[in-house]
């Protein structure tokens, strides 16, 4: 896998399966709502994380994942 999203959400959460990662996969973090907390590293390159969503998300992440 080289890349996955995480949608962030205050309830349970859903597994669809594993497969083998890719060390240099990069990861997107979309969080509904802001808050004070983040899972993601500021100073990880290969990790991008939003916190509230608007219209301007889908144009930054895919920029983030074409690199």
């Known amino acids: 896998m080289d890349r ?6 205050e309830g349970g ?3 669809v ?3 083998a990662l890719n060390p240099a996969a990069k990861a997107v973090v979309l ?3 802001a808050n004070a907390g983040s899972v993601v ?5 290969l990790s991008l994380g939003c916190a509230g ?3 301007a998300v889908p ?3 895919a ?3 074409k690199g």
Not at 4 to 9: I, K, N, V
Not at 41 to 45: E, T, V
């Open 17 to 19: 399966g594993e497969r």
């Open 41 to 45: 590293p500021d100073d990880d390159p």
């Open 31 to 33: 969080a509904a709502t």
């Open 53 to 55: 969503f608007d219209a």
């Open 59 to 61: 144009q930054v992440v």
């Open 4 to 9: 996955f999203l995480l949608l962030g959400s």
């Open 13 to 15: 959460t859903y597994y």
């Open 63 to 65: 920029g983030f994942l």
